[in-house]
């Protein structure tokens, strides 16, 4: 009598063969998801540094338009701003006694707001106080000031025509490439 000899079960090179192109699989998989997951982490992230830029330039325009330019100072990346603070009784505007300050320093766009004496000038409330050059630089805008977007690798402003300002902002993007932001603000007389 001849005996079947069927095998039951798998050899330990088959196991071993199964095994690395199972392991070969699963690195690759690994190897995709995990490329996939950080390069949808840094634009997501990027994602959030373009909405705090945004978010800082929309400060920017809100307190302009609270504004005119006689109470618009401006040197190179820092702008000062005493808003409005609302009307009289008699129809005059009553100006705030404080400066809504925004500049750029070591990579982020940062804000403060400076009543006169922390301003180191006179701010009236019966008319609007533009700054000089050399009281802009004497502002304390290390000290106590709230950083609105970051990473910023340039904040500049200026006058584009006697009713109208540029504000011009710059994020790096994780690829290298530059995403560039300008806003034309309209400043009310």
Do not use: C
Not at 104 to 118: D, K, M, P, T
Not at 150 to 158: A, I, L, N
């Amino acid at each position: 009598m001849i005996k079947d000899s069927k095998k039951t079960g798998f050899t330990v090179v088959e196991i071993l063969i199964a095994s690395g192109l199972l392991l070969t699989l699963l690195s690759l998989l690994g190897f995709l998801f995990r490329n996939n997951i950080k390069a949808g982490l840094q634009y997501a992230d990027f994602a959030l540094q373009q909405k705090r830029l945004a978010i800082a330039l929309e400060r920017v325009a809100e307190a302009t338009r609270r504004s005119t330019f006689a109470g618009i100072s401006h040197k190179g990346n820092v702008i000062a701003i005493q808003p409005r603070k609302t009307v009289g009784n008699d129809g005059k505007i009553v100006w705030s006694e404080h400066l809504e300050v925004f500049w750029y320093a070591g990579s982020a766009v940062w804000y403060r707001n400076l009543n006169s004496s922390q301003a180191g000038v006179a701010l009236s409330a019966s008319e609007p106080v533009q700054l000089t050059d050399d009281e802009l630089s004497r502002l304390p805008l290390e000290e106590g000031g709230a950083r609105l977007a970051f990473p910023v690798s340039s904040f500049q402003v200026s006058v584009l025509s006697d009713q109208e300002l540029g504000i011009e902002a710059t994020l790096e993007r994780p690829n290298g490439f530059p995403f560039f932001r300008q806003i034309v603000l309209g400043v009310p007389e």
